[in-house]
C-alpha cells in the first residue's frame, strides 16, 4: 500500500473524518482522544506493546520487567489551588507507572518555554519538582528546555517521561480485570478538576477546593504487600472515574455496576458541580487510583489502604460482571440504573 | 432549561450600578446578581441561574414542601387503608 | 439550609411511587416541557420506577433543540470573524451547524469563549474594547432577564462592542401548539419550575381551563418531579384541569415581578422558528429597536445561509412528543452523540441524547427495516 493508501486507511472510519482538525476534545481524555489514539497512533506505530493501550508499557529487560510511560503537562492556570504544573508532572508520571505497580525510578523533563515567562515562575516550577521528586523517592536524570517565541507556547509546557521497575508476579494491566472482581475507589473525587475550573476565565469560583495531586507508589506497595493478584489499577485523570472505568471495562470486555451512594464526594465539589451543571464522574482526580482485585481479597487490600494517608477513605464502589461487556451501569441514587457513559469531548459547564 | 441552584447570600454589595451579592452553594461560592430581588438579605437563600438570583427561597418552604410530601404520603395511606 | 439530598432521597421518592401506583386506576400521558426535567428523569432512572400505567414524553423545553439551524449558522458565521470574541454557554458549544460547529471554529483560530453568565461577556468586552463581543442568548424565559440585563447594563456604560444574538423562545405558546395538534396525545403537563419561578404561572390557567389539562409547575429534583406527576396524575384522576403550583418553594404564581419589568424594556414578542417544529406565532422574543445596536442579529452581515438538515433527523417528531428517541431508525447508528444528526442527540438535555447517555440499557432500539 502506498503512504496516501495507508494514511487514508487510518483517517477512515468516521470518527477522525468527522474533524479535519484537532479539537480540544481530542485532547479531554474522552472518546474523540481514544479515537485519535486507537485509530492513528496505534495502527501506525504498531506494535505489542503499545496495542494494549494502557498508561505505561511493560517490558522484559534481561532479567528484570520494566515499565516505562510518557506524558506531558499542559495545565492552565500554571498555579492553581494545592499544587503547580511542576508536582504535577512528577507526580503524574510517578502514578503512571505505579498503575503497573512498578516502582518508580527515574523520570526525564523536558521543558518547552515560552518567551517572555517570568524566571520566578520557573523557579516556583522546578522547585517543587525537585521537592516532589525527592517525596516520590525518584530522581529526574535528563531533560531538555527548549524556548519557543511569545504567543506560541503557554508559559511552560513540560514533557516527561518515567521508568520503574515492575516486581515478580505482578501482572497489572486493564485488559486483566474479570468478571466478579471488586472495584475499589482510593477516596474522593473530583478535586483536581474544581480546583482547575474555579481559576478558569469565565468560570471562575471562590472555594477552598484543593488539588489532591500526589504520588500514589507507595499506596500501591501497600496494597501489593497484602496481594499480587492487582488484576488492574488506573488513575482517573482526565474524564474522571467514567473515563477511567468505560476504558477497563472496554479492555477486558467486562462489564462495570457501581453504586452512585459509594462514591464519595467531597461538599463542596458537589456544589460546584451542581452550580455549573457538571457530573464529578467525569472530572480529573490527580491523587487516586481504581483498583479491581478479586472479591475476596478486597476488604485486606482496603484495610491495608487506609492506612495510608492516600487511602483513608477507600472504598467500594461496585464490581466487573460479565454482563453488558464494555458498559458501565451505577445504581441511582433513588434506586434505579443508569449507565456512566464514556464523555466524548470534554465536559462542558452547562446552564440546562 | 433552567439550572437553578440554592445558595446563600452572605455579601451585598454594588458594581457598576447593578445590586451583586456572594453567595454561598454549599462551600463554593460566586458573585451573583440581585437586581431581581431588590430585598434580599444576607443570610437568606435565593435560587441562581447564570449568575442572577431569580427566586428567594425561604427554609420554611423547603421544610414545608419536604414535610407536604411525607404528610401527603401518610394522609394517603390512611385512605388506601380505609377504601383498600 | 435543607440540601438536595433531602429532594434526592430514595425512600422519599419510592414512597410517592406507590401512591402513584394506587392513585392511577388507567394509563395516562404527560409531557415534562422542560430540558432540565428531562436530564433528570433520564439521569435519575425516574422513568424506570414509574408504574406502568403513567408515560412521560418528553417536551420541547430544550432551547438549545429547538434552535434553528439558520440561527446557529449565523452564530457560527459570527463566531468565524477574526474581529470577534463569541461567548456562549457551554451548551451551545458542540451544537453542529449545517457544515461546522463552534469546536471547529475555535480549532481554525476563533475566539470562542464559555461563560457562565452574561456579565462574564460584558466583562469580556470591557476588557477588550477592540474586539467586537457577541453573546449567544439562547433560552426560554428563564434566562432572558439575565440577558436583558446584559444589554440594559450595556447601554447604561455606553459598550459600543457588545451585542446579543437572540434567540429565546416561550413555552405557553409551544403547549398551545402541541394542544392544537389533532394527533397530540398528552393528557397532563409538568410545566418547568423555573421558567415559571421568573414568569409566574398565571398565563397557564386560561389554557387548563380552555384544553382541559392539568399543568402542574413542577421542579427539577426527583422528589419534586415525582410529586409534580403525582399531582397531574390526582387531577387527571378526578377530571380536574387546574394549574397547580408543586415547587412552591422556588415560584410564586405572579413570578418574578422585576424580572419580567426588565424583560418588557428590552424584549418584544415575535414569531419565532421551532427547530423541526416550524413556525410558532408569537413565540419568541426578540430585541427591541431602541436597542437595535446591541443586536448582533442586526449588527453582523454574513451573507446568506443555506441550511442543510439531516434528512434522517425526527428531532421535530421528538420535540413534539409524538415519537421517542429509540423509535427512530438512525438512533445509536448513524446517529449518537459522538456524531450527532440533529441537535436532540447534541444538547445534554436533547431527549436523544438522554436516553444514548443514561438509558440505552433499557429498551429496544427500532432496527432498520
Request: glycine share 10%; proline share 5%; with cysteine.
Amino acid at each position: 500500500m502506498s503512504i496516501a493508501q495507508n494514511l487514508q486507511a487510518f483517517t477512515c472510519p468516521l470518527p477522525l473524518r468527522d474533524y479535519p482538525n484537532i479539537v480540544m476534545g481530542h485532547g479531554g481524555g474522552g472518546k474523540l482522544s481514544r479515537d485519535l489514539v486507537a485509530h492513528l497512533f496505534a495502527p501506525t506505530f504498531d506494535n505489542a506493546l503499545l496495542a494494549p493501550l494502557n498508561d505505561q508499557a511493560v517490558f522484559a529487560l534481561n532479567d528484570a520487567r520494566l515499565a516505562f510511560t510518557t506524558d506531558s503537562f499542559v495545565v492552565k492556570p500554571i498555579f492553581f489551588p494545592g499544587g503547580n504544573i511542576g508536582e504535577l508532572a512528577v507526580n503524574g508520571t510517578v502514578n503512571d507507572l505505579a498503575m503497573s505497580g512498578a516502582r518508580p525510578l527515574y523520570l526525564s523533563a523536558g521543558f518547552i518555554l515560552e518567551e517572555g515567562f517570568a524566571l520566578d515562575d520557573l523557579t516556583r516550577v522546578v522547585y517543587t519538582m525537585g521537592q516532589a521528586a525527592k517525596r516520590a523517592g525518584v530522581q529526574i536524570v535528563t531533560g531538555d528546555t527548549k524556548v519557543v517565541e511569545a504567543g506560541h507556547g503557554d508559559k511552560i509546557y513540560i514533557n516527561t517521561a518515567g521508568i520503574g521497575i515492575v516486581p515478580d508476579g505482578v501482572n497489572i494491566a486493564a485488559q486483566n480485570a474479570r468478571a466478579g472482581d471488586a472495584i475499589i475507589l482510593s477516596g474522593a473525587i473530583g478535586l483536581h478538576g474544581i480546583a482547575i475550573l474555579s481559576q478558569r476565565e469565565g468560570l471562575r469560583f471562590d472555594s477552598e477546593i484543593l488539588s489532591d495531586c500526589a504520588p500514589l507508589h507507595d499506596l500501591v506497595a501497600a496494597m501489593l504487600a497484602i496481594t499480587r493478584d492487582i488484576h488492574a489499577l488506573r488513575d482517573p485523570t482526565r474524564g474522571g472515574i467514567a473515563s477511567a472505568l468505560n476504558e477497563i471495562a472496554d479492555a477486558a470486555k467486562i462489564g462495570i455496576e457501581i453504586d452512585e451512594r459509594a462514591i464519595p464526594v467531597p461538599r463542596d465539589v458537589a456544589s460546584a458541580c451542581e452550580m455549573l451543571g457538571l457530573d464529578p464522574f467525569y472530572v480529573a482526580n490527580e491523587g487516586k487510583l481504581i483498583a479491581f482485585v478479586p472479591d475476596e481479597i478486597a476488604p485486606r487490600v482496603i484495610e491495608a489502604m487506609r492506612s495510608n494517608p492516600l487511602g483513608l477513605d477507600a472504598t467500594i464502589i461496585g464490581h466487573a460482571v460479565a454482563q453488558h461487556s464494555g458498559m458501565v451501569v451505577a445504581r441511582t441514587p433513588i434506586g434505579a440504573t443508569r449507565i456512566v457513559d464514556m464523555m466524548i469531548g470534554e465536559q462542558l459547564p452547562r446552564i440546562c | 432549561m433552567c439550572l437553578g441552584v440554592p445558595g446563600k447570600i452572605t455579601e451585598i454589595y454594588e458594581v457598576g450600578g447593578l445590586k451583586m451579592g456572594r453567595v454561598d452553594f454549599g462551600g463554593v461560592t460566586r458573585e451573583a446578581c440581585l437586581e431581581y430581588l431588590p430585598d434580599l438579605q444576607i443570610g437568606e437563600y435565593t435560587i441562581v441561574h447564570v449568575g442572577f438570583a431569580i427566586s428567594r427561597l425561604t427554609e420554611e418552604d423547603a421544610q414545608a414542601t419536604l414535610a407536604l410530601f411525607r404528610e401527603a404520603g401518610a394522609f394517603e395511606e390512611e385512605l388506601g387503608a380505609d377504601t383498600g | 439550609m435543607q440540601s438536595l439530598d433531602s429532594f434526592r432521597d430514595e425512600a422519599r421518592v419510592r414512597a410517592v411511587m406507590e401512591q402513584l401506583a394506587r392513585v392511577a386506576t388507567r394509563e395516562w400521558i404527560l409531557m415534562e416541557v422542560c430540558g432540565g426535567q428531562t436530564h433528570s428523569i433520564m439521569r435519575y432512572g425516574i422513568d424506570q420506577l414509574l408504574p406502568k400505567q403513567i408515560e412521560l414524553v418528553h417536551g420541547p423545553g430544550c432551547p438549545v433543540c429547538v434552535t434553528p439551524l439558520e440561527v446557529i449558522d449565523r452564530a457560527l458565521a459570527i463566531a468565524a470573524r477574526p474581529d470577534v470574541i463569541f461567548a456562549s454557554f457551554g451548551d451551545m458549544l458542540r451544537v453542529p451547524g449545517s457544515t461546522t460547529d463552534l469546536f471547529q471554529i475555535k480549532a481554525k483560530g476563533g475566539d470562542v469563549r464559555i461563560v457562565y453568565s452574561p456579565l462574564d461577556a460584558l466583562q469580556i468586552a470591557r476588557d477588550n474594547p477592540g474586539k467586537q463581543v457577541v453573546f449567544f442568548a439562547v433560552g426560554f424565559e428563564t434566562t432572558a432577564p439575565a440577558n436583558g440585563m446584559a444589554v440594559f447594563q450595556a447601554r447604561r456604560e455606553g459598550l459600543k462592542n457588545f451585542s446579543i444574538l437572540v434567540s429565546h423562545v416561550l413555552v405557553p405558546p409551544a403547549i398551545i401548539a402541541l394542544l392544537g395538534d389533532p394527533e397530540n396525545r398528552v393528557q397532563g403537563f409538568l410545566a418547568a419550575g423555573h421558567v415559571c419561578a421568573v414568569m409566574g404561572y398565571r398565563e397557564y390557567e386560561p389554557l387548563a381551563e380552555k384544553y382541559r389539562v392539568p399543568i402542574v409547575v413542577t421542579g427539577f429534583e426527583p422528589l419534586d418531579i415525582v410529586n409534580g406527576i403525582l399531582a397531574c396524575v390526582r387531577q387527571l384522576e378526578a377530571g380536574r384541569a387546574e394549574v397547580e403550583n408543586a415547587y412552591p418553594r422556588a415560584v410564586l404564581r405572579e413570578g418574578n415581578v422585576a424580572a419580567q419589568k426588565l424583560i418588557a424594556q428590552v424584549f418584544e414578542v415575535c414569531n419565532r422558528k421551532w427547530r423541526g417544529i416550524g413556525e410558532i406565532p408569537a413565540s419568541g422574543w426578540r430585541l427591541r429597536d431602541e436597542f437595535r445596536d446591541l443586536d448582533a442579529e442586526q449588527k453582523f452581515d454574513v451573507g446568506d445561509l443555506r441550511v442543510n438538515e439531516s434528512p434522517l433527523c425526527i428531532s421535530g417528531l421528538v420535540l413534539q412528543g409524538r415519537k421517542k428517541p429509540n423509535e427512530c431508525v438512525a438512533f445509536g447508528k448513524q446517529c449518537t452523540p459522538a456524531k450527532p444528526l440533529g441537535a436532540t442527540m447534541v444538547s445534554t438535555e436533547g431527549a436523544c441524547a438522554a436516553y444514548y447517555r443514561y438509558a440505552r440499557h433499557t429498551f429496544a432500539v427500532v432496527s432498520e427495516q
